[in-house]
């Protein structure tokens, strides 16, 4: 009997600074200008790493790290200023950062991890390819990652019945395709010679495993939530996305008491009104619609009648830069860059079976070999640097004589 039938897709990206932003900051001087900084962030994540595999190593048997480079999108719209808002912190010595990653990258690919980066693309990109040549494959997968953008690669395909599923740590959240809970909750009908726990089909998902999930749903609290991508997508075109600078497609001013003026743009609700309207005008939305010029306009002249700013052709415009932007489509990334993607993906998917998922779910497992292990933690380092001021903790007073008498 083989154990497992996921992969685990982790967003390289997130999951580093993600880590790197809880790690105590120094009183004095940059963090992670020194090798035991260094050293908590290494340990840092080779624990939250083996911690998480090792919750679901009943159900995975696979794992491969995305790793961002440079994103094609900053190129084709340079004026858009993509993730412009996005400052390093000087407070840190990134050298440093990065140099770590890169070593945690290896020491994982010792142990069977697929690392991937292609030139050109980022995380998002890779993660893409990865889900959809999984999927066609037959394979199933599950996203690690805290970027809700990345909800939109959830994915049932009808033609082998493989899925794809967005997974947060941090908001135990569960985002998985319509009708998931059902599957989870349903004896199947498979013999005991074909329990497999692929959940590929929905009778092959073998009750043994299923039973597995479903305890690591239930013991880790995860908020199970069936979406429908499509509808999540739209509604995303619509409102944009400030963490990463792209704007919503419709912008507009008011002018307040006193003179100064307030900016608006299209909000959840907003958006929830247009797609309202559109699918009462259209029946049902799937977003491969929008690949038609006839139906942007169409979803154009919906926006302006509901919003009632701005213009249809800026409308318009605003929806096509989103879509390049935001959307992890095969109409939109570069073939040059998905040709990268896929033949990276085609290469190493054949590898994927020598990992000893063993070797992930202990900390000293990962970093076996290494230095790492050996180093103190510092103590010149503030417990509770990423805390407000108001937050942190105040000194204790003892209560009673100061004289070294007993407490009470």
């Not at 480079?69 to 050298?95: N, Q, V």
């Amino acid at each position: 009997m083989k154990k497992g039938g996921h992969t685990l897709l982790i967003d390289g990206n997130y999951f580093l600074h993600s880590r790197l932003f809880v790690l105590p900051r120094p009183k004095r001087g940059k963090m992670m200008e020194d090798n035991e900084s260094r050293a908590a962030l290494m340990r840092k994540l080779a624990i939250d790493l083996a911690s998480e595999v090792r919750k679901m190593r009943d159900f995975i048997d696979k794992v491969v790290v995305a790793v961002d480079a440079r994103s094609w999108r900053k190129d084709l719209f340079p004026e858009a200023e993509y993730k412009g808002t996005r400052k390093p912190d000087e407070k840190i010595d990134w050298t440093g950062v990065y140099g770590i990653y890169e070593e945690f990258q290896n020491i994982l690919q010792k142990h069977g991890v697929i690392v991937d980066r292609i030139d050109g693309a980022e995380a998002d990109d890779v993660l893409f390819g990865w889900s959809t040549l999984l999927n066609n494959h037959g394979k199933n997968c599950i996203i690690w990652t805290g970027d809700k953008d990345l909800i939109q690669l959830v994915n049932y395909s009808t033609a082998n019945e493989a899925y794809t599923l967005w997974y947060s740590t941090v908001q135990k959240s569960l985002y998985t395709f319509s009708g998931f809970n059902e599957v989870l909750n349903k004896k199947s009908d498979v013999s005991n010679d074909d329990l497999l726990f692929n959940m590929s089909a929905y009778s092959g998902m073998a009750d043994e495993y299923k039973l597995s999930m479903r305890r690591w749903i239930e013991n880790n609290k995860i908020k199970v939530t069936e979406v429908n991508c499509d509808e999540f997508l739209f509604k995303k075109l619509l409102v944009g996305d400030k963490s990463d600078n792209i704007p919503s497609v419709v912008i507009w001013q008011k002018e307040m008491k006193g003179g100064k003026l307030r900016t608006y743009s299209i909000t959840d609700k907003i958006a929830e009104k247009i797609f309202e309207q559109y699918t009462k005008e259209n029946d049902n939305f799937v977003i491969d619609l929008l690949f038609n010029k006839a139906e942007l306009d169409k979803l154009s002249d919906i926006v302006y009648r509901v919003v009632g700013k701005s213009n249809k052709e800026l409308i318009k415009a605003r929806l096509f830069q989103n879509m390049t932007l935001m959307m992890l489509h095969v109409n939109v990334i570069p073939d040059p860059i998905q040709s990268q993607i896929y033949k990276h993906v085609e290469k190493e998917i054949n590898l994927l079976d020598n990992i000893d998922i063993s070797k992930l779910v202990n900390k000293d497992k990962i970093l076996e070999g290494t230095d790492w292990l050996k180093v103190s933690t510092p103590k010149k380092y503030d417990a509770f640097s990423n805390l407000d001021e108001t937050n942190k903790p105040k000194k204790l007073k003892l209560i009673g004589k100061k004289k070294g008498n007993k407490l009470f």
